[in-house]
């Protein structure tokens, strides 16, 4: 919550006790970390439209998790892509990054034809942007909807990411539901397919 300019909570169309950015749309909330000594929150945010447009990732920090400072746009995906939902992972709990938070991402490319890969990205010192790392995605499996990244550290070492991956539902075409599909890595670069679950029951909706 905050009363300065930058998160407007004292309008009677915002919420009181949560972040909103001062204008235009926001959405997932992508992660939440101490950084230093602020707490950062990372979300998905369309930077010139109050409605679903081109999305980047947005971003705020606060040192009591009540008032906000809304610090802009953390990321942006390659260019022809957005940056769709993902996580971060606390600098403690990476070992490669020079005790910098580390991101997974959905670049969503949009054209023909349409693919989501998923990306990594290394943060600056605070946080407040986020740096797409070189090279080809971290994980490719040419599909049109696979997404929202969720990347943690796994029981005995290493890391385990979550995605949500379509399948084709009662002889549709992909997407028609979703399962998750859990992938291992002991670097965060080089991701094998470990196991998956589901699919969910609703039809025609991935999640």
């Known amino acids: 919550m905050s009363r300065s300019p930058a998160s407007p909570a004292a309008s009677s169309n915002r919420p009181s006790l949560r972040f909103t950015p001062p204008a235009h749309w926001c959405n997932d909330p992508n992660g939440l970390l101490r950084v230093g000594e602020r707490w950062r929150l990372w979300f998905q945010y369309a930077e010139d439209a109050p409605e679903y447009?081109?999305?980047?990732?947005?971003?705020?920090?606060?040192?009591?998790?009540?008032?906000?400072?809304?610090?802009?746009?953390?990321?942006?995906?390659?260019?022809?892509?957005?940056?769709?939902?993902?996580?971060?992972?606390?600098?403690?709990?990476?070992?490669?990054?020079?005790?910098?938070?580390?991101?997974?991402?959905?670049?969503?490319?949009s054209g023909e034809p349409r693919r989501q890969t998923q990306r990594?990205?290394?943060?600056?010192?605070?946080?407040?942007?986020?740096?797409?790392?070189?090279g080809a995605p971290v994980l490719d499996e040419g599909l049109a909807d696979f997404r929202d990244p969720f990347v943690c550290p796994a029981p005995g070492g290493g890391y385990t990411m979550l995605v949500a991956k379509p399948v084709p539902w009662n002889g549709g075409p992909e997407g028609a539901r979703s399962r998750i599909a859990l992938y291992r890595s002991d670097d965060l670069r080089d991701w094998r397919a470990a196991s998956e679950f589901g699919p969910a029951e609703e039809p025609r909706v991935l999640w």
């Open 53 to 109: 447009r081109r999305v980047y990732w947005g971003t705020a920090s606060s040192g009591d998790l009540l008032r906000w400072r809304f610090d802009g746009v953390a990321l942006t995906a390659d260019a022809g892509c957005d940056a769709y939902s993902g996580s971060v992972l606390d600098a403690a709990d990476v070992t490669t990054t020079n005790g910098r938070t580390l991101a997974f991402y959905t670049a969503n490319r």
């Open 120 to 134: 990594s990205a290394t943060a600056a010192l605070d946080g407040a942007r986020l740096v797409p790392d070189a």
